[in-house]
Every structure is written in structure tokens, then in C-alpha cells.
């Protein structure tokens, strides 16, 4: 868990602080050259209340084991 992680659920409203992590849950980064794909909260990041959809962002993938482009996309329900 990262510092942000903890100061979030340690320094907020425990209804809030759930909140957060829900939806940062529910957000997906998507590697872009092997595919793997893990939630943001997973991977060390905080996400509440965004809106936009086409977001992108440079991340260590485990699994090509380097920095790599990757898409962060929302959950969809199926």
C-alpha cells in the first residue's frame, strides 16, 4: 500500500476513505504491449470521481518487467 493509500483511508472518513477505494478499484490499467491488466488501486493509485475516459499513463508492468505505456480504462459490468 502506498503513503497516499494510507493517508487516504487512515485520514478521511471512513465512509469516504471505502468510497475511494471502490471506485479506484473499479478503474483498470491496461498494459499496452503484453495486455495484463490490474486494478489502479492494485498498482498504487487513488482515483475518485473522474470523468474522463480515454486517460493514459507511463507504469511498471510486473509482467514486461520496465516502464510501459498503459490505458487506464473504467470497469464494465459483463
Known amino acids: 500500500m502506498t ?4 493517508l487516504v483511508l487512515n ?6 476513505s471505502e468510497a475511494m477505494r ?3 478499484e473499479s478503474w ?3 498494459c499496452l504491449a ?3 491488466t490490474r486494478s489502479l ?3 498504487g493509485g487513488v482515483r475518485y470521481k473522474g470523468t474522463s475516459r480515454k486517460k493514459h499513463a507511463i507504469v511498471w508492468c ?4 520496465r516502464l ?10 459483463g
Open 41 to 43: 488501486w492494485e498498482a
Open 62 to 65: 510486473p509482467q514486461c518487467r
Open 11 to 16: 485520514l478521511l472518513p471512513k465512509r469516504w
Open 22 to 24: 471502490a471506485e479506484s
Open 34 to 36: 503484453c495486455g495484463l
Open 3 to 6: 503513503l497516499l493509500q494510507k
Open 68 to 77: 510501459r505505456l498503459m490505458s487506464l480504462e473504467l470497469k464494465t459490468n
Open 28 to 30: 483498470l490499467l491496461r
